[in-house]
Each structure stands twice: as C-alpha cells, then as structure tokens.
C-alpha cells in the first residue's frame, strides 16, 4: 500500500500541468497554421495585382510606342522630319527640354538621352494632359519613347512611284515610366524620295 | 498522513487546468478561425481580380483586333481629360461584341457580365479619337473599365492603350 501510494504521489507531480502545456502546443500549430494560410492568400493577391499591373503596363508602352508610330507618320513633332536619309540610325530625339518633357515631369534633360537607358529617354502623356501633374511628379499616363530613323529601303512599293518615292525605316520604343517594359515596334514610312 | 493531504490539496486541479486549456484552446481557434476567414477573402479576391484581368486584357485584345473604323470603337467622350473616369463610357452587351462571348457566362443587363467562374462584373470602356482634321482621324485612346464587388469591398479595375490607323501618306 505505502508502494503504491508513492508511485501515485510521483505520477501526479509528474503530469502537474500537462494540459496546459500541450494546449499551448496546439495553440501554437493552430497560429502557424493560420498564419500560413494568410501569408499564401496575400501571396495570391500579390500576384493576381502584379499580374493585372504588368498587362496595364504593357498596353501603356504599347500604347505609347503606337502613338509615336503616328506621330512618326504624320511628323507630329518637329524631330521625326529627317534632312539627310542617308544617314543611317540617326536618333530622332528632342533638342529642347520643352519638348523632351511637355509636362516637365522629371528632373531629366534632352542632353542625357542614351539608347541603352529607357530612364534618360523623352517624356510625353498619353492622354496628352500636361497639366494636372505637379511638376517632377509622373502620372500614371506618363510614358518615356525612344524613334530611331534606320535606313531608307530602297524599293519600289505597291501604288507608289519607284522613281518618286521610298521607305524609310524606324524603330519605335515605349515604356511606361513607373515600370521597366518597353515594347518596341518596327515602322515604315512611305515617303518622297530621299527627302522627308 | 502526508500523502492524503498532498493529495487532498490537488483535488481539481486537472479539472481547472483543462478548463483554462479550453479557455485559451478557443481563442486560440477563433484567432485562426479569424485569419482563416481573412485568407478565405484574400483568396477571393485574387481569383476575382484575376479573372477581372483576363476579361479586361481579352477585350482590350479584341479592340486591338478590330478594324479601325469598327463600330464599336465609335468615340464615347470627345476630350481625353473625360477618359479619366468611368462616366462616360460604352456598356458592353453580347449583341453588339460577340467575340468576347466565349469569356462571358450570361449578361444579366448591359454593361454588367457574370463570367466562366460565376463572378459578376461591371464592364464598360471609354474611346477617344484623336482628331488632326476633319478626315484624318490617326489614333484612338481606348480605356477599360471594370468594378465588382468583393469581400474586402468595390474594386477597380482599368486599362489604357493606344490603338493606331495605318499610316497614309
């Protein structure tokens, strides 16, 4: 009898607590559990916004690359008119910080442009609203352009003169100024021969 | 003589620790309860604005598709300023754009889709042509527009492209 009492004194001093102890354990795997499952849907949603981000940006750049298209078409600007088409890859950039960056948006001048930079290049607007943006401050509708003239292809196209006109090559580039896409088209203009 | 008295101090003690157990044990299952239910929503609403994207991205695709002068392209607003909300927009109806027929379940009214997954949306877009002369009409500024609601409340959802006329001379 004393035997099994002593046994029994031991266990109970042994288990004192173990409820608490494992409901703690449990309650602990329930907050990881939980705290898994939020993490996984805020990555959800993470990457369902990113995705819907990256094809809003992509339309603007190609928006904006389409828009330049015209303006090359229809020598909207200035500087897509070219005075020598024999002169391969000439740059058709603004030569004012007028017309680098209507809206004045950003800190960047004409002077800094380079190729490899989209962050250097033009600035415009695609809705063309150069003034609700407080200065230095880029909208959501700000894109940055880059037109490059190529080279003159010389041959004949269909319904025009071989004789009087030409095609003239350009590359066009887009991109949004809050993300780093850039769409790039490939145009030919139609035009007098050797004289744009 | 020891060992009852030991014994008799911790009559009920197991009963009072599992009930603080319980205790804790609940909140800790309605805190994840809690999160659970937010991660529900969270998931929700990815599906919806993933689903919102692939609508919107499919019109946007069909607009780009169309011919320049197609009907449904025709201007909604004259100024581009007025593109940059939804008031004054086309509402999309299966009769008038049946392309996008194939992503849409039903069209309760105009201008509001259930898509494949069950989910509704307000559908809608803007155009704006952009004018040199009275015939010469180079580009068109095309935004969509989508709304639904969701378990963390009315999302938007908007896309904007550019879409040009081929060049003539």
Redesign the interface.
Known sequence: MFFHLQQHKKNGMTESGFVLVFSMVILLMLSFLGIWALRTSTSELNVAGGLQQADRQFNLAEGAANNEAVGVGFSLKTFYQISNPALRNQRLAPATDATFDPGNDTPNTFAGITAADPTTWPWDNLLQNYVSPPVNTPSEFDYRYLVTYLYEEDRAFIGYSASDFSAYKHQIQGTTVTAPVVVELGGIRIGPKSSL | MN?YV??KS?KG??LI??M???V??TI??M??M???I??????S???N??D??NV??SL?EIFKALPFDDAILAQTVAS??A??DDATTAKYTAAALPRMVPFVASVPVAGTIVDRSGITYNLSWAVQD?V?SAT?T??K?IRVFMTWNSVIGQQR?????????N?Q?
Do not use: F
Request: proline share 4%; aromatic share 2%.
């Open positions: 060992t030991m014994m911790q003690s197991t620790e599992a603080i157990a319980i804790i044990l800790g299952i805190a994840a809690g999160m659970q937010r991660a529900m929503g969270a998931s609403a990815a599906l604005r993933t919102a994207n919107a991205a946007l581009p300023n593109l940059v952009r040199l010469n180079p580009n500024i959802l908007e896309m904007t492209t550019i879409k040009y006329k060049i001379l």
